[in-house]
């Protein structure tokens, strides 16, 4: 079974309107952290936002806010506001206690940002 | 500014011939790793640094080795390239082991 699932392969968006990248996970460790990321073509992966399982409110981050709800096991990130910079590779991960350091990546989402 | 770097950002190399990729980092974090991700592919976990302890990943192929000769440096050594393992090579560090990962710009390597 996969444990990060990312329905949308691809999304469009107009500048300066919000979106919504979704992600849901699979997981029975009672502690974990999901991590989004961010990838140009020129490939580097910027971190962007960081929600641990115990924490009591959504994480957010300039722009960038992710709508935790847990027990849905999802972790969607809120993009306020989009700029044309914002096209780009996203990628939701995950780690898990029993997994140590690994991180497990989603799929990814393919966001585009029209003028 | 502390930073992970990555040489080259491009590597050719041909079927067979053995390649290093370099990553540096000035953040002083005790974890390194290397993950291949593969064209349109998540990344994928090879293998990762605590200070000096070396951990593989089960399906890390035996062609692929690392070395850490000191906190700052990790390189990847793939022994005998296959056209299979031409990829985006990323590099990336964290303080601790549930930290967050940083990671540098990659190394894109081509095996003719």
């Known amino acids: 079974a996969q444990k990060i699932t990312q329905t949308q392969p691809g999304m469009f968006v107009q500048e300066k309107e919000a979106v919504t990248l979704d992600c849901t996970y699979d997981?029975?460790?009672?502690?974990?952290?999901l991590f989004w990321y961010k990838q140009p073509s020129s490939g580097e992966m910027i971190f962007l936002i960081y929600?641990?399982?115990?924490?009591?409110q959504n994480a957010t981050e300039g722009r960038y806010s992710l709508n935790f709800q847990k027990a849905r096991k999802s972790a969607n990130l809120v993009i306020s506001a989009s700029q044309l910079g914002d096209s780009a590779m996203y990628f939701c991960?995950?780690?898990?206690?029993?997994?140590?350091?690994?991180?497990?990546f989603g799929e990814g989402t393919q966001l585009t940002v029209n003028p | 500014d502390a930073m992970v770097i990555q040489n080259p950002r491009y590597q050719v190399t041909q079927f067979g011939k053995p390649v290093t990729l370099s990553c540096s980092q000035t953040?002083?974090?005790?974890?390194m790793y290397w993950y291949q991700q593969k064209s349109s592919q998540a990344p994928k976990l090879l293998f990762h640094?605590?200070?000096?302890?070396?951990?593989n990943e089960a399906d890390t192929p035996d062609n692929f080795q690392s070395r850490r000769p000191n906190t700052s440096f990790c390189f990847l050594d793939i022994r005998s390239p296959g056209l299979g393992d031409a990829a985006m090579y990323l590099c990336a560090t964290s303080r601790g082991v549930p930290d967050t990962q940083y990671f540098g710009p990659g190394t894109r390597l081509t095996v003719l």
């Open positions: 929600q641990g399982s115990y924490d009591q």
């Open positions: 640094y605590y200070d000096k302890d070396f951990n």
């Open positions: 953040l002083n974090h005790n974890v």
């Open positions: 997981t029975s460790d009672p502690s974990y952290g």
């Open positions: 991960a995950m780690r898990e206690v029993t997994s140590g350091s690994r991180l497990t």
